[in-house]
């Protein structure tokens, strides 16, 4: 039995599971709480989730890549990495930079846009049990609102997003891997491998950001994505896309329109031209002090993040 230790609505955790579902092997999750991580403080490994504790070996593993490496290699039925070598590594600096670089800006604006729309969804997704569920009721979600979008703010720096050339730097990553799948079914060779996996896995918080969603020469890309979810069972939504939908279905309006977009902030990744060994992460330490300085960067990125408003209408590539 595998144990999983997750946050449900994260994309890395996705892929882990998607990872277990692939290889057909018992798991249970548990779901942890995302401020204190108690439940999994006994295991002696970085304390990023997901992590998965395998009760039949005793081995504890967090880190999305290296976990499904563990899982491939401690139970290779059904494999998710190629058994020739060079293929093999191939689709492992894959997973390591798509985690490095889609995985964290999607993060970062993915959040972006739940703040700047639906930020009562905080709540939903953080306090879910906290207080008997107290902060999933109406106004009480508003009051948490602002709280936990302060705490992820500085956490994960959104008030930086346009300092740091996040969307263009994006955008130069998807661009050409959106080209490369229109010619070829899969990253890495002739089958579906981790590297596959890991790519629609990380792409899903780009589904409520219009800037990506509604990209003309990116709804190729969404439609290989959503190929793969419906070959593979994966959850048409989550719930924060359904949230967000029906909210700018109600207003008429979504915030998409990204005022800035510079050509020279094309370089945000910065990463070693080398093979990588491990993903990269960005999480920043947040204690009650730094709090002060969250009120404006969640002020800021709610009114003046530079991102307009503009009518909502369905992506092309889901006519949702
Ligand atoms: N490279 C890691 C990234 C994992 C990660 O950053 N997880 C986030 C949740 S999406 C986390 O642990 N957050 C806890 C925190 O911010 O303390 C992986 O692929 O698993």
């Given at each position: 039995m595998i144990e999983l230790y997750k946050l449900h609505w994260s994309h890395y955790v996705e892929k882990v599971r998607w990872a277990l579902d692939f290889k057909r092997l018992p798991w249970r999750g548990i779901d942890i709480v995302a401020f204190t991580k108690k439940e999994m403080q006994r295991f002696d490994c970085p304390q990023t989730v997901p992590l998965i504790h395998d009760t039949a070996t005793g081995v504890a593993i967090s880190d999305s890549s290296p976990i499904i490496r563990y899982l491939d290699e401690a139970y290779p039925e059904r494999r998710l990495f190629p058994l020739d070598p060079v293929e093999r590594e191939q689709a492992w600096q894959w997973m390591l930079r798509l985690d490095s670089t889609l995985g964290l800006y999607a993060r970062r604006l993915g959040y972006t846009q739940v703040i700047m729309e639906c930020p009562q969804t905080l709540a939903q997704l953080f306090m879910p049990n906290v207080c008997g569920g107290l902060f999933t009721r109406r106004g009480w979600r508003r009051l948490a609102a602002p709280v936990l979008g302060m705490m992820l703010t500085l956490r994960f720096r959104f008030h930086r997003n346009q300092q740091d050339g996040v969307y263009e730097a994006l955008e130069a990553l998807l661009l050409p891997l959106a080209e490369k799948l229109e010619r070829d079914?899969?990253?890495?060779?002739e089958q579906f491998t981790a590297a596959d996996l890991t790519l629609a896995s990380l792409l899903r918080p780009l589904r409520i950001v219009p800037h990506f969603s509604h990209h003309p020469k990116l709804q190729s890309l969404f439609v290989w994505q959503e190929r793969l979810f419906r070959e593979h069972g994966r959850d048409a939504t989550f719930p924060y896309e359904d949230a967000i939908r029906a909210q700018r279905q109600r207003r008429g309006a979504m915030r998409g329109l990204v005022r800035w977009m510079r050509a020279d902030g094309r370089e945000g990744f910065d990463l070693p031209h080398d093979a990588l060994q491990v993903a990269r992460n960005d999480i920043h330490p947040v204690n009650r002090w730094s709090l002060v300085l969250g009120l404006p960067a969640y002020l800021k990125l709610r009114w003046f993040s530079g991102i307009s408003w503009m009518p909502y209408v369905p992506a092309a590539y889901s006519g949702v």
């Open positions: 079914r899969f990253l890495v060779g």
